[in-house]
């Protein structure tokens, strides 16, 4: 079964002809025949499912598993939701264990955190927090932040409002002799 061809918008308001070609839409993306739901469901499954059948880089891959087919490219609605859903929930679970991973590597960390910062700025924001560390238990020299974290603490208003409990646990510790 096929779904009708129509002219959607994205969240920016810039016009997206459904019809365009899938193979340019990503799983999830909005105003696409890809859309879910928050369950992980297709918004639209029959627009979903001839999405795929359209989409000549997906269906030669969903086509190698046999069962995964019959799911996503048969006639039931339900199995293919069902199928639809463990396939996006195994994939956004990877993804997060990819991100746990990562977090796990001192190198990967070390490759993320590349804008320095003052360790007596976060020692005292972190005095500020409660938490105080004396002379004694200040042992660190260099501290390194994510761009990301850089960029939210820039827009705060002032150091005031960084929330330097958030800025310690993104702090990459430079090992002695690196």
């Known amino acids: 079964m096929t779904t009708e061809n129509k002219n959607t918008t994205n969240d920016d308001g810039e016009k997206k002809d459904a019809g365009a070609g899938p193979?340019?839409?990503?799983?999830?993306?909005?105003?696409?025949?890809?859309?879910?739901?928050?369950?992980?469901t297709a918004k639209d499954p029959l627009a979903f499912r001839d999405a795929l059948m359209r989409d000549d880089e997906k269906r030669p891959e969903i086509e190698k598993d046999k069962d995964l087919a019959v799911h996503l490219l048969g006639e039931d609605v339900g199995k293919f939701q069902e199928c639809l859903k463990d396939i996006v929930g195994k994939i956004?679970?990877?993804?997060?264990?990819?991100?746990?991973?990562?977090?796990?590597?001192?190198?990967?960390?070390?490759?993320r955190c590349t804008v320095p910062r003052d360790p007596t700025v976060l020692y005292e924001g972190m005095r500020k927090a409660g938490l105080q560390y004396g002379p004694s238990f200040r042992l660190l020299s260099q501290v390194w932040i994510p761009e990301k974290t850089h960029l939210e603490q820039c827009r705060a208003v002032d150091e005031e409002n960084?929330?330097?409990?958030?800025?310690a646990g993104n702090i990459e510790i430079a090992e002695p002799g690196h």
């Open 92 to 111: 956004k679970r990877q993804q997060e264990n990819d991100e746990s991973f990562d977090m796990q590597s001192s190198d990967l960390m070390r490759a």
């Open 23 to 40: 193979e340019q839409w990503s799983i999830g993306e909005k105003n696409t025949p890809y859309e879910l739901n928050e369950d992980n």
């Open 162 to 167: 960084a929330d330097p409990v958030r800025v």
